[in-house]
């Protein structure tokens, strides 16, 4: 009992061990004066009774509290999805087959025609298909396993991006106004109505069914008249377009020439197969060989596109080896496949201007539109 008074007021016989640990702990002893509290606690300093804020840490909470609601509207914009503005001119989308999308948004069958603007892409998945049109340009019909982009909508120049897939093109807007920009060419319309393929791996091929299309990348062109098709490679560009009725021998001799290395013994072989295979209608594929080729081959290619379609009037062996450009358009022109100054011209303006017979083209294209699978 004398031990547990000493717990309490002091007094009594203390603990020997209690001893100890107040000597252990004597440095760590607090003031002797007792705590004295007021008896009624003054009002808080605000309205809010019952609540303190020591006015020394406002600064400080008005900083946090700043931090945090910049951090929350960040948080918030940074997780809104991205969408691009559905405004100013659009193409129409409509439904053919299954659920294409526009981004995430699937169109329905029954739906009206959806709006197409700039930046955005429709796709089309295994068993779907849409139709995507413009008043004063065309329609454009897209295959299953596709993915489109509206790149450009001027009046002068319209421009969408075909990443993979399969379209078809009947447009009626004047020469040059259309373009198509694919991973591994670039094709722009002259009056055509045309099939245009791209695979997953970026190479690609178009088909003309109608009026003749250019292909071009980094300086290299291929000109595509109805009947025709050429294909295409990434980095490589076009290659030597040809018509599809050509023997199977041409037809492999060309794809052997545009995959093998330049001054391969394989491209020279196949070079040797398309000469001895060609008929008069094969100048096309010759035509472009010229400016594929060099030296002794260029010579070997004149005299077989010669024996086939005589140069015309103005037109001279020498200028041709040389690749002189106004001695090939004249040789182009002649084999009536197209005027290449509608060519030229594109190369040189930007706002191409419809040719006297683009207005004769629309109802033959929407017919042979019809006529796609």
Same mark, same amino acid.
Request: no cysteine; proline share 12%.
């Given at each position: 009992m004398m031990q547990e008074n000493y717990l309490w007021d002091g007094s009594g016989t203390p603990d020997p061990e209690i001893q100890r640990l107040e000597t252990l702990l004597a440095d760590f002893r607090g003031s002797e004066t007792a705590l004295v509290l007021p008896a009624e606690l003054p009002?808080?300093? %605000?309205?809010? =009774?019952?609540?303190?804020?020591? @006015?020394?840490?406002?600064?400080?909470?008005?900083?946090?509290?700043a931090i945090l609601l910049v951090f929350g509207v960040t948080l918030f914009f940074t997780m809104q999805p991205k969408t691009v503005p559905e405004t100013g001119p659009a193409w129409e989308v409509a439904n053919i087959q299954g659920e294409p999308q526009i981004g995430t948004k699937a169109i329905a069958a029954d739906q009206a025609p959806s709006k197409l603007h700039v930046g955005q892409m429709i796709s089309t998945n295994g068993d779907s298909r849409a139709s995507l049109s413009q008043?004063?340009?065309?329609?454009?019909?897209?295959?299953?396993? %596709?993915?489109? =982009?509206?790149?450009?909508?001027? @009046?002068?120049?319209?421009r969408i991006q075909l990443d993979v897939g399969t379209i078809h093109a009947a447009i009626w807007a004047p020469p040059g106004t259309f373009v198509v920009d694919t991973p591994s060419a670039v094709a722009i319309d002259l009056g055509c109505a045309y099939t245009l393929q791209v695979a997953p791996d970026g190479s690609g091929s178009i088909r003309t069914t109608l009026g003749w299309v250019g292909f071009h990348l980094n300086g290299r062109d291929s000109f595509i008249p109805a009947g025709a098709m050429c294909s295409t490679r990434r980095e490589l560009g076009p290659g030597v377009p040809y018509f599809?009725?050509?023997?199977?021998a041409f037809r492999e001799g060309i794809a052997k020439f545009d995959s093998n290395p330049q001054d391969s013994s394989a491209r020279s072989a196949a070079l040797a197969m398309m000469l001895s295979e060609a008929r008069a209608q094969d100048a096309l594929s010759l035509w472009h060989l010229l400016s594929r080729t060099t030296g002794a081959e260029r010579a070997q290619v004149y005299a077989r596109f010669a024996a086939l379609v005589p140069p015309p009037r103005g037109v001279t062996r020498a200028g041709i080896l040389n690749l002189d450009q106004s001695m090939l358009d004249l040789w182009w022109n002649s084999l009536g496949l197209g005027d290449i100054s509608v060519w030229r011209f594109w190369e040189q303006s930007a706002s191409p201007q419809p040719s006297a017979n683009s207005q004769q083209l629309p109802q033959k294209k929407q017919s042979l539109l019809k006529q796609q699978p």
């Open positions: 009002a808080a300093p %605000s309205k809010f =009774r019952g609540v303190f804020v020591n @006015p020394l840490s406002l600064p400080r909470l008005a900083v946090a509290a008043a004063d340009l065309g329609e454009i019909r897209i295959e299953p396993n %596709s993915r489109v =982009r509206l790149l450009q909508t001027d @009046p002068n120049r319209k599809e009725e050509a023997t199977p």
